[in-house]
């Protein structure tokens, strides 16, 4: 096979964007928010193909090499190829991948047995320690922010024991069910040798039909048990596992052929899969390209609750679901902190522990982002969040889950909105002091609001201090919104009519909703989106509701992670690109996908602030 020394092509660090504001009644006033790049950067951007990463083989001297026909494939398929040369430098793997729209995982030789703890086998190939080490660091960095990914013959294989599979070795030697299939051809690389059965219903067979496929073949090493979360979606006449996938979760699929060199000798149907990769990378560029021009935020974590852990670091990537360096990964801007305080007897002792317990969790936010100071900073204000994103840092705003929290005193208000708290919600599973909760434990000890929480709502409004509704019953969502003077929100709720839980708003309260000004930001927890295993799928399917009934002006994204928040496709903060991702193909403008990431929910902190007096 012909072979080209290749060189990493650099992409140019992007100017950070930037933004414009004016004042009104004291209160910067968000506008919108714009790169700082001319026209003629605009336009360059908005025209350059997506940038597929491929990576390569290392060769005796320690050069790097690939077939010639990876980088002719990816160009006929409307992409930009760029080289990643074998490397043991995570570093630069990672400011690689930060540029990168798509992965192909190129073939080549075996790969080691240990990694997926199994003795080497007698008929074990030419294997290198270093390149997978290299392959398996670019395939986290690049699942780690939801790049689309090829994997191709070797690739397959890469990608399968990553995620946790096992391979033959060495297919004749270990396959007792042969039937005669020769994955090793000795025709050219370029020629079919065997079929393949396409499953039907995998993403696989959208791409080139399900049925028989005639394909190359040049392993002999194969996907034996496939990793979790992935499936088989074509298999060879002697049962050889072919191809997996794992979508919809993860944006990745595999092959065992070469798709890449039968595209170059002219196989339409083959070629598709290239092309398949390359679009949907161009989709993943352009969200990427609009987070950077429009603010995002995620309006609900209950990530706090980790912060009472000895060690616990929000610059840690590996330790739960929302983090800094997540938030970097899923192109998210800010995020709420909620102290969340669990329900618990009414007595004046535990009113005053509880509010001692949620000052605590108050403090230990502020002890967060001091020690991360380089990494982030605290949010009070609507237009904090592109002071803090222009200066290259995330955005920590905070929220009280649960009134409980300030007890029987409205003074406790003043307090914690001195310390940084921007909204609290009124209740959780319990009915409390204020009013009644929406879950199956409620009394209806008030039939709604209380009278001391008319007084807390009146303080909320005067304090600048947004209402949420996420977890109110039915009739204090409608006191609220006869007594507030501003909007408010529902922080992580859902849509009621696709899924029948007592936390989710029906289609009356999202009209009243957006009557009020107010918005309600979609939670992904799985028992609020529908009623067994929920998806990335239905997560859009409840926004696309909400816009329908209430308007594209009235609906965002609060995740619950950390508190239960979590589903397939969309497990942290770094998934929440995928969301963008989803939403362009169901063809919502960058306009739109400003409102729901970020410009409702600032619009109603804007208002509520405004309205303080």
Same mark, same amino acid.
């Given at each position: 096979m012909t072979k080209t020394v290749l060189y990493l092509i650099c992409a140019c660090l992007l100017l950070p964007p930037g933004y414009a504001q004016t004042k009104v009644s004291g209160v910067p006033r968000l506008d919108t928010f714009k790169a700082v790049m001319d026209s003629n950067e605009i336009n360059l951007r908005t025209r350059r193909p997506p940038l597929i990463g491929i990576s390569v083989t290392r060769t005796s001297s320690g050069g790097s090499q690939l077939g010639a026909t990876y980088i002719q494939a990816v160009l006929k398929a409307g992409g930009t190829p760029v080289l990643i040369p074998v490397m043991n430098d995570t570093k630069a793997l990672l400011q690689t991948v930060r540029h990168l729209d798509g992965l192909i995982l190129s073939g080549g030789g075996d790969v080691n047995p240990p990694w997926y703890d199994e003795a080497p086998h007698p008929y074990l190939g030419k294997v290198d320690l270093?390149?997978?080490?290299?392959? %398996?660091?670019?395939?986290?960095?690049?699942?780690?922010?939801?790049?689309? +990914?090829?994997?191709?013959?070797?690739?397959?294989?890469? &990608?399968?024991? *990553?995620?946790?599979?096992?391979?033959?070795?060495?297919i004749p030697s270990q396959r007792k069910a042969n039937t005669g299939t020769n994955h090793r051809q000795s025709l050219p690389a370029d020629k079919v040798s065997h079929t393949v059965s396409v499953m039907p219903g995998s993403q696989l067979a959208a791409i080139i039909g399900e049925g028989t496929k005639a394909v190359n073949s040049l392993h002999h090493q194969a996907v034996k048990e496939v990793a979790p979360g992935f499936r088989v979606t074509a298999y060879a006449p002697d049962s050889v596992v072919e191809a997996i996938e794992a979508w919809p979760v993860r944006p990745m699929l595999g092959v065992q052929w070469h798709p890449e060199q039968l595209t170059m000798s002219g196989d339409t149907v083959m070629e598709k899969l290239l092309r398949f990769l390359v679009a949907k990378a161009d989709t993943f560029r352009l969200a990427k390209e609009i987070h950077d021009r429009i603010l995002s935020i995620d309006t609900h974590t209950d990530t706090p609750l980790w912060f009472r852990r000895p060690g616990f670091d929000i610059a840690n990537r590996e330790a739960n679901r929302v983090n800094l360096p997540k938030m970097e990964e899923g192109?998210?801007?800010?995020? *709420?902190?909620?102290? %969340?305080?669990?329900?618990?007897?009414?007595? !004046?002792?535990?009113?005053?522990?509880? =509010?001692?317990?949620?000052?605590?969790?108050?403090?230990?936010?502020?002890?967060?982002?001091?020690?991360?100071?380089?990494?982030?900073?605290?949010?009070?204000?609507?237009?904090?969040?592109?002071?803090?994103?222009?200066?290259?840092?995330?955005?920590?705003?905070?929220?009280?889950?649960?009134?409980?929290?300030?007890?029987?005193?409205?003074?406790?208000?003043?307090? %914690?909105?001195? &310390?940084?708290? +921007? *909204?609290?919600?009124?209740?959780?599973?319990?009915?409390?002091?204020?009013?009644?909760? !929406? !879950?199956?434990? +409620?009394?209806?000890?008030?039939?709604?609001?209380?009278?001391?929480?008319?007084? =807390? =709502?009146?303080? &909320?409004?005067?304090?600048? &201090?947004?209402?949420?509704?996420?977890?109110?019953?039915?009739?204090?969502?409608?006191?609220?919104?006869?007594?507030?003077?501003?909007?408010?929100?529902?922080?992580?709720?859902?849509?009621?009519?696709?899924?029948?839980?007592?936390?989710?708003?029906?289609?009356?309260?999202?009209?009243?909703?957006?009557?009020?000004?107010?918005?309600?930001?979609v939670c992904l927890l799985n028992l609020y989106l529908r009623n067994d295993a929920a998806s990335l799928a239905?997560?859009?399917?409840?926004?696309?509701?909400?816009?329908?009934?209430?308007?594209?002006?009235?609906?965002?994204?609060?995740?619950?992670?950390?508190?239960?928040?979590?589903?397939?496709?969309?497990?942290? !903060?770094?998934?929440?690109?995928?969301?963008?991702?989803?939403?362009?193909?169901k063809g919502y403008s960058e306009e739109d996908l400003a409102k729901i990431w970020g410009g409702n929910f600032l619009r109603v902190m804007q208002a509520v602030q405004e309205a303080a007096w």
């Open positions: 270093l390149r997978d080490t290299y392959e %398996f660091r670019l395939l986290k960095l690049a699942s780690d922010r939801n790049l689309p +990914t090829l994997g191709i013959c070797r690739g397959e294989q890469v &990608m399968n024991v *990553y995620f946790g599979g096992t391979l033959y070795q060495d192109k998210l801007d800010g995020v *709420y902190l909620a102290a %969340f305080i669990e329900q618990g007897t009414r007595d !004046s002792v535990s009113l005053a522990k509880a =509010v001692q317990d949620a000052t605590e969790l108050i403090e230990s936010i502020h002890e967060q982002i001091e020690r991360n100071s380089d990494l982030c900073e605290l949010a009070v204000r609507p237009n904090d969040l592109a002071y803090i994103k222009k200066s290259g840092k995330k955005a920590l705003f905070i929220g009280i889950e649960n009134g409980y929290a300030i007890g029987k005193d409205t003074a406790q208000l003043a307090k %914690f909105r001195h &310390m940084g708290v +921007t *909204y609290m919600t009124l209740c959780h599973l319990y009915d409390n002091d204020i009013c009644d909760t !929406s !879950s199956p434990h +409620t009394r209806r000890e008030w039939n709604g609001l209380s009278p001391f929480g008319r007084e =807390v =709502v009146r303080q &909320m409004n005067r304090l600048g &201090m947004i209402i949420d509704l996420s977890h109110a019953s039915d009739s204090t969502f409608r006191d609220v919104l006869k007594l507030t003077a501003a909007p408010v929100i529902c922080s992580h709720s859902s849509a009621r009519a696709l899924c029948d839980h007592d936390r989710n708003l029906t289609d009356d309260q999202l009209r009243a909703l957006a009557q009020n000004g107010g918005v309600v930001q239905d997560a859009v399917e409840h926004i696309e509701h909400i816009v329908r009934t209430a308007g594209i002006d009235h609906v965002g994204i609060g995740s619950d992670f950390d508190g239960g928040g979590g589903i397939p496709g969309l497990e942290g !903060s770094n998934d929440l690109i995928q969301l963008t991702v989803k939403l362009l193909e």
